[in-house]
């Protein structure tokens, strides 16, 4: 994006994901962003990329649909100031795609519905949709005549204004398993995005509340000399139990100044394929995948892998500060040396956090909440204290496998769902079949 420019970007009539990947990077290397419903005149728009600032004119919908912004647009050209247009979804398509009314449509908030609807007839059929395309989508089927004083109800939100009504036979959206659903994500946020994507594909509301926030260890002294001894080839094999203890690792070997040939002679193992592909992403393949994603089956299929080697390897396994201990007890109980060195250490987020999950679930606005891992089960009840179990009474509750399950038992929580693969995706997926 050059400087001097004033660029009009559509955002689409609803979810933010439909936005065009040009209007996300538009909107990230602007200097100056203006929403039109904030009001700030199209002269100061002008005069600001005049001085050679980057200038966004955020336009709900897309722009060429907007009369308002198509004006807005004519006066970029006519100041002589360089401009470009970013298309995005308009309200036709969305209204189409998402509410299942195919014909003229347009964005509006409710104090604008009026003009969209003015040249139709009083008893025409009209459906106002708010949200389009998110979990909290929602249709009111009116007439152009009622309108304008039923539109409120749907709140100040742009909304779509859609000539017709909707076709049930393709209003496929509103019945995706998760739809309108909002499920509490409780992973670190780092690794929260993706679980949060997977629900949003299901048509769920993502509430992403990190239980545990990731930060170095406070002695970083033992991670760096286990990598220095990585690099001279003093280690046989690394277990990985998570992605974040790939990412630390990497991070501490490229902290030292080196690559990925620092593991050219050690071997890697691998939890699970989350694991694996954090792996991959720096070039390194894991020699051995766990079948089953808990400690145990890690430590087997290390042992099994290592019947051909030396005697008494020396293994790293770089993990969270806290962490059950099976696999480097059963890789000790095998004759293996094994280095246990922390890579990150876990700590709550703050209190404001905590204080407003827990008015969500007092007023019951979550409706499953999802479990990755047994830190993640004990972080959360003792976030939530001694009204933990009766708090989280009400909400689905989903595992990510048997031994969360297990973790979140002890507890004294009921759990409605365990995933039979245990990944994040098994996970999402047994979510939704348990609204089939």
Not at 14 to 38: E, N
Not at 91 to 99: Q, T, V
Not at 175 to 204: C, I, N, Y
Request: hydrophobic residues 50%; glycine residues 8%; charged residues 20%.
């Amino acid at each position: 994006m050059p400087p001097g420019i004033l660029s009009f970007v559509s955002l689409g009539p609803g979810d933010p994901a439909l936005r065009a990947g040009r209007a996300a990077a538009r909107i990230a290397a602007a200097d100056v962003v203006a929403h039109d419903a904030d009001g700030v005149p199209v002269a100061e728009l002008i005069e600001q990329a005049r001085g050679g600032k980057r200038v966004v004119r955020a336009v709900t919908g897309d722009t060429l649909e907007s009369v308002s912004a198509l004006e807005e647009v004519l006066a970029a050209a006519r100041a002589g100031v360089p401009f470009e247009v970013v298309p995005g979804v308009g309200a036709r398509a969305a209204a189409a795609a998402f509410a299942g009314v195919v014909g003229r449509a347009a964005v509006a908030r409710a104090d604008g519905v009026v003009a969209v609807v003015a040249r139709e007839p009083p008893e025409a059929v009209v459906t106002l949709v708010a949200g389009a395309g998110t979990a909290s989508q929602r249709l009111l089927v009116t007439t152009a005549g009622e309108a304008a004083a039923r539109a409120p109800e749907l709140g100040d939100e742009p909304m779509i204004v859609a000539l017709g009504a909707p076709d049930d036979a393709l209003r496929w959206f509103e019945r995706q398993p998760l739809f309108g659903k909002r499920v509490l994500v409780t992973r670190a946020r780092d690794q929260a995005e993706g679980t949060a994507s997977l629900l949003r594909e299901h048509g769920a509301e993502p509430l992403v509340v990190p239980t545990i926030e990731l930060r170095a260890p406070a002695d970083g002294a033992p991670l760096a000399r286990a990598v220095a001894s990585l690099r001279t080839g003093g280690y046989a094999w690394i277990a990985f139990t998570s992605a974040n203890g790939v990412e630390r690792t990497w991070d501490a070997v490229a902290a030292a100044g080196g690559d990925a040939r620092a593991f050219a002679a050690t071997r890697l193992a691998a939890i699970g394929p989350a694991t694996a592909r954090a792996l991959e992403a720096h070039g390194l393949r894991a020699d051995v995948v766990a079948s089953e994603f808990v400690g145990e089956a890690l430590a087997g299929a290390l042992l099994a892998a290592m019947k051909d080697g030396p005697s008494a390897p020396r293994v790293l396994l770089p993990r969270a500060a806290r962490a059950r201990d099976a696999v480097p007890d059963a890789l000790r109980a095998a004759g293996c040396t094994v280095d246990v060195v922390s890579a990150y250490e876990t700590h709550p987020p703050p209190a404001a956090t905590v204080e407003a999950l827990v008015r969500d679930l007092q007023a019951r606005r979550v409706d499953a909440v999802t479990f990755t891992s047994s830190s993640t089960v004990d972080n959360l009840c003792d976030l939530l204290g001694s009204r933990a179990v009766e708090l989280l009474s009400a909400p689905r509750v989903a595992s990510i496998g048997p031994i969360t399950t297990a973790a979140a038992l002890a507890r004294g929580l009921r759990v409605d769902v365990t995933a039979a693969q245990y990944t994040v995706p098994g996970l999402v997926r047994a979510l939704a079949d348990s609204y089939g």
